[in-house]
């Protein structure tokens, strides 16, 4: 389940999730871009725990550009991803919800492809566990306080095959929408 964030409340809702969740990382705080779509990831008990943010790469920042314009190809159409955060409570069930969510935003939007600075972990995550193509485009670097893989999802691979049983994991994400966050 999630809800697109549409309110001031909603916003700050994000932010306060994103903060506790980088902070606890050791990551410096970094707030919504303008032009982008955030999302709250909402738990079966109907709160919020997580946070996802999905940007046009025309909308991109000039660091993301410098990582990943040399790496695009004229097929691809980009989203940049970033601020998947799950608070430590929800843990283990929000993660999957997030990234179907990933999947069918890429897939209703056109994207075949998505950008990010994944985590080592969470890198490893989408090869091993999903088998939701991720490539490392350049060196790790050292970024908003930890170690960071510039990262090329190939997304269109995963919506394409849905039917692949190694896509199993998936479950659409428009299914579990829920309109109102309860607090």
């Not at 932010?15 to 506790?20: G, M, Y």
């Not at 902070?23 to 999302?39: I, P, Q, R, T």
């Not at 940007?55 to 314009?69: G, M, Q, V, W």
């Not at 069930?93 to 994944?118: F, S």
């Amino acid at each position: 389940m999630y809800k697109h964030v549409d309110s001031t409340e909603n916003l700050a809702l994000f932010h306060q999730i994103k903060e506790v969740v980088w902070s606890s990382m050791g990551f410096e705080m970094e707030y919504a871009k303008d032009g982008s779509d955030l999302y709250l990831l909402l738990a079966e008990d109907g709160e919020a725990g997580g946070t996802f943010e999905f940007t046009p790469y025309s909308k991109s920042n000039a660091f993301i550009h410098s990582l990943f314009d040399d790496v695009i190809t004229s097929d691809m159409k980009l989203m940049e991803v970033d601020s998947l955060a799950v608070l430590p409570s929800y843990r283990g069930q929000l993660g999957r919800k997030g990234i179907c969510l990933m999947i069918d935003y890429a897939e209703q939007h056109g994207y075949t492809h998505a950008v990010g600075i994944a985590d080592p972990t969470f890198f490893r995550s989408m090869n091993e566990k999903y088998k939701l193509r991720a490539t490392q485009v350049k060196d790790n670097i050292f970024y908003k306080g930890a170690e960071a893989i510039p990262t090329l999802f190939h997304l269109k691979e995963v919506y394409a095959n849905k039917e692949n049983p190694q896509y199993s994991w998936y479950t659409p994400a428009s299914t579990q929408r829920k309109v109102e966050v309860m607090r």
